[in-house]
């Protein structure tokens, strides 16, 4: 659509208000909402102000004074507002430049479209993430000088068997009580019994039904590995910062349909101990013309510039860890020796290994790699942008991705091992591995020094140094005694 599309639709709708979403440089959406009269079609042009002092790794106070930009493109009724709302998705902008904002995470992804584009490479970038998450009954924490501890609630955890009656409150806020009727997944044996051990399947699709209503389209959604509400929905791949906006909208209606049924969703890569994570396998190719480029007669029917993308990739997964894996918890499923794609090597078919082409379909328009490393945490338009801009650094260069690892790393001896290159084992050090390797990123100004730099710096001291210097209650039950 466009701007005057935009004004008709919201007509056509009775819409009342118009709301506005934007990123901030972290990876959560931001909104203010204005009346449908402050919305005329200049404002798709000049902009909106607003106040960013308080936006998480924007500008100081001295200099807080920002622009939204609405990208008419993306407007559509917002699904949870009581009165009708038109959402629509912003570009950020320097009132006094108009310049695009170097640290606003849209713009990244956009100047990565545009850098794919000026290099002749290809003309589209699609990618298609398969975020995993929880859906859990309630959840509490607290973390204090003087304690800290979490409680996660879960109809469908398996711990709950033991429970003989399970107490609640309904709607109209009267207890219930009602017996335990069993029926929990068992540790790592989620994926994917029927009804009634997996609960949730109308609530799932709930949420694919609301996320049809803003224009994504869903593939398939089912309960996953883990106990206690783990999920996944496929959506359908789109161009890079289509599929971010997504990304977005994604996140947005799983928390607020789990929220309709008194329920509470994380994205947190690893919310309980002894079982599996959530991770967000990234599927990616590029086209030009509405040709695939990936598609070939190398291994796994690859192109060679398939291959060097591959190439591109783990040269600078460790990387590209601060980027898609990039909070501390993201650390506590990336760990060697178990299921996690810690492996920085490639197969047709090998789960463990952190890049897997997969075989389902011989169509050349199915050729695409699957980066299986990052997790839901992570900031799409960075990420996504970080993913593009080190496979075109592989293809540019001509970097050999080595030999595939089509064998199980579990029967491989430490030996055999020691060679094959690993993602960071801490957010520590894959920031220090983006501080020595981001020249690739700099590429076209796609990123700037001081985007990288103020990520760094963020991580380190908002995540990083607070976890660093906290007791665990786990540490008392090692330690207390000694």
Known sequence: MKAKDVIGFAKDKKVVMVDLKFMDFVGMWQHFTIPIAELGEEVFEEGLGFDGSSIRG?????ASDMMVVPDPASATLDPFMKDPTLSLICNIVDPVTREAYSRDPRNVAQKAEKYLRR??????AFFGPEAEFFIFDGVAYEAGPNLAFYRIESEEGQW???????????REGAIIERPNLGYKPRYKEGYFPVAPTDSQQDLRTEMCRVMAEVGIQVERQHHEVATAGQAEIDIRFDTLTRCADKLMWFKYVIKNVARR?????????????????????THQSLWKEGKPLFAGEGYAGLSQMAMHYIGGILKHGPALAALCNPTTNSYKRLVPGFEAPVNLAYSSR???????????SPSPKAKRIEFRSPDPSCNGYLAFAAMLMAGLDGIENKIDPGQPLDKDIYGLSPEELKDIPKMPGSLDDALVALERDHSFLLKGDVFTEDVISTWISYKLEKEVNPVRMRPSPLEFALYFDI
């Not at 290099?119 to 589209?124: A, K």
């Not at 049924?261 to 396998?281: A, R």
């Open 160 to 170: 709950s068997t033991g429970r003989e009656t399970e107490r609640g409150v309904d």
């Open 261 to 281: 049924h008194g329920k509470t969703v994380t994205f947190m890569p690893k919310p309980l101990f002894g079982d599996n994570g959530s991770g967000m396998h």
């Open 58 to 62: 924007w500008q100081p106070i001295h």
């Open 350 to 360: 090998n789960r463990s290994a952190s890049i897997r082409i997969p075989m389902y």
């Open 119 to 124: 290099l002749g490479i290809g003309d589209q």
